[in-house]
Structures are given as C-alpha cells and as structure tokens.
T-cell receptor
C-alpha cells in the first residue's frame, strides 16, 4: 500500500492564482481531512469528509474548496491564492471510529507571493 | 469542542536523560488521545494512542504515556533520550463520533549530545 499520497510536494503561486492540491489514499478509509500547519499554531483543520459525497468545514475553511467524488481522492482547491495561505498542507485519512488514528501524507509546501 | 494543551513549545534534554512532554485535555467524556511525532520535512507518524483499555500506553521507539483522569493529562515520557528523538511532538484528541481531531500546538524536542 502506498498509504496517503500528496502532490505536488512544493508549489509557488502568485497572488490570485488558483490551484488544486491532490490527495489520494489506498486504504479504503472513510474519513479524510485537510490540515494546514503554521509555526506555533499546530495543525488546523480546513475541511474534512466522512465519505464519498459528504464534506464539511473545519476550523479554517475560508478560501478553500473540497469535493469527494470517490473514496480514494480528496482534492483541495485554492480559489484565489493569498499570501496568508502560505503554509504546509497535510492530507490525512482514517477508518471510521473515534479510537482510530489518522494516517498522514508527506505534505505540500505552498508559497504564495 | 474538545481541546488539548501542550505546555512548553520547546524542550531540551541531554542525551540519556528523561524525556517528559506534557499534554492536558479538555473533555467532558472519556477521550481518545493520541501522540504523534513529526521529523523535519515529513508528515506525522503515530507514536501511541489511548483508547481506555489501559491507562499506561506503550508506543514505538520506547515512548509511553499515562492517562490520568483526575489530572486530565496524557503526558509523554521516555526514560532515556536518544539523538534520533529530536523532532516535533503533537498531542491530539478525537471527538465523538470521531469526525475531527484536535491537535495541540506542538512541542519541539532538542536532544543535546
């Protein structure tokens, strides 16, 4: 199993550009999430999904869109990039159940100029 | 909403010394608690988790944590630090029914030779 994969690993955007961060998992996990990591702030939840066709907002959803058309894929879209979205983005997946841990991808480092 | 607090954003220990990283949780019901480790430029990896089966939980790489309900704590310990333990450590709590994880702000561990 490849686990959770993310592409690209690095990306530089100009303010106002849009892009999609890709996330895929091959473990048949129901739950998938997107986090951003900023210094001194830990991981903050952007959006999450409890299954195909079901998504919900997390703590910091503004400026981001998600969709979940399949169990495997959970892309994150930046509609109009802003410098405040410069961050490291992590995708995670987990099986259903509160006691189950999350499995994380390697991250995407995004810089918005 | 649930939350976790990690006391000390930076901890330094000498090689061979005890490692103690603190985590307190806020929960009105028995929580599901997790410790993750993040090595530089990598994703998060599970160290251990508490799921109410036992109050003392053993994890990978010699780490363990003790759940203390009276103190609402889940501190991470390792008897003897190794240089390879230098990393960022995150405490996290899962809500019911497990849709979301709440992460602490992280503790950076430095091991001094």
């Amino acid at each position: 199993n490849a686990g959770v994969t993310q592409t690209p690993k690095f990306q530089v955007l100009k303010t106002g550009q849009s892009m999609t961060l890709q996330c895929a998992q091959d473990m048949n996990h129901e739950y998938m999430s997107w986090y951003r990591q900023d210094p001194g702030m830990g991981l903050r939840l952007i959006h999450y999904s409890v299954g195909a066709g079901i998504t919900d907002q997390g703590e910091v959803p503004n400026g981001y869109n998600v969709s979940r058309s399949t169990t495997e894929d959970f892309p994150l879209r930046l509609l109009s990039a802003a410098p405040s979205q410069t961050s490291v983005y992590f995708c995670a997946s987990r099986p259903r159940g509160s006691y189950n841990e999350q499995f994380f991808g390697p991250g995407t480092r995004l810089t918005v100029l | 909403a649930q939350s976790v607090t990690q006391l000390g954003s930076h901890v330094s220990v000498s090689e061979g010394a005890l490692v103690l990283l603190r985590c307190n949780y806020s929960s009105s019901v028995p929580p599901y608690l997790f410790w993750y480790v993040q090595y530089p430029n990598q994703g998060l990896q599970l160290l251990l988790k508490y799921t109410s089966a036992a109050t003392l939980v053993k994890g990978i790489n010699g780490f363990e944590a003790e759940f203390k309900k009276s103190e609402t704590s889940f501190h991470l310990t390792k008897p003897s630090a190794h240089m390879s333990d230098a990393a960022e450590y995150f405490c996290a709590v899962s809500d019911e029914p497990g849709n979301q994880f709440y992460f602490g702000t992280g503790t950076s561990l430095t091991v001094i030779p």
